[in-house]
Every structure is written in structure tokens, then in C-alpha cells.
């Protein structure tokens, strides 16, 4: 079994700054791409970020200079720097990873509340 566990959420003022880690634990042979997305409220989720095992990038333009997406292949961690939050980027944040296991399947974390609100 694979897990996906997100942390790092939270409550942060207009031009506030978060950083959200997602940690795979499991039978885990390697992990391909990892990702963010973002989900709001009556909105359909939606690619914020992810990078390759190779650490190729890619952003959603709404985050583009604002968001830094990294990863840690030996910790099977992949973080999301958020800097210069705004409003429009409260949203549920989950985590997504490719991975190979006993099979190739591509997983989701539970997701993690960010709300920016003064």
C-alpha cells in the first residue's frame, strides 16, 4: 500500500507565505512525476504544479513566480513553496504522485486547507 501524507496548510494573510510538504511512504519501487492541485469551492480541481523525476517543472500561469515547486528523491517528499498568496488562492491543496509500486498507479493525497483571508 502507498500512502501520501500532506502538511503545511493553514491561515495566512494577503501576501503571506506557506510551504506545503507530501511525504509517500509504502511499497514504493520509484516515483515518476509529483504534483500539486488545488481545488475551490464549485470550482474543478486544477494543476498548480509538478515536477518530473528528473526535476523538469511545470506551473499553472495564476502561480507562475509566486510558487516553487521541489522535490526530495530520498525522502519521497515533494514540497510547494507559496509566496505572494492571494485570495484567489484559497483552495483544498492535494498532493499527487506517480509511483510504482507492486503496479504503476497514480495516487492522491487526503488534502490540506489554505485560506487567505485578511
Known amino acids: 500500500q502507498v500512502q501520501l501524507v500532506e502538511s503545511g496548510g493553514g491561515l495566512v494573510q494577503p501576501g503571506g507565505s506557506l510551504r506545503l510538504s507530501c511525504a509517500a511512504s509504502g511499497s514504493i519501487f520509484s516515483i515518476n512525476s509529483m504534483g500539486w492541485y488545488r481545488q475551490a469551492p464549485g470550482k474543478q480541481r486544477e494543476l498548480v504544479a509538478d515536477i518530473t523525476s528528473g526535476g523538469r517543472t511545470n506551473y499553472a500561469d495564476s502561480v507562475k513566480g509566486r510558487f516553487t515547486i521541489s522535490r526530495d528523491n530520498a525522502k519521497n517528499t515533494v514540497y510547494l513553496q507559496m509566496n505572494g498568496l492571494k485570495p484567489e488562492d484559497t483552495a483544498v491543496y492535494y498532493c499527487?504522485?506517480?509511483?510504482?509500486?507492486?503496479?504503476?498507479?497514480?495516487?492522491w493525497g487526503q488534502g490540506t486547507q489554505v485560506t487567505v483571508s485578511s
Open positions: 499527487n504522485a506517480d509511483i510504482t509500486g507492486w503496479a504503476r498507479y497514480n495516487y
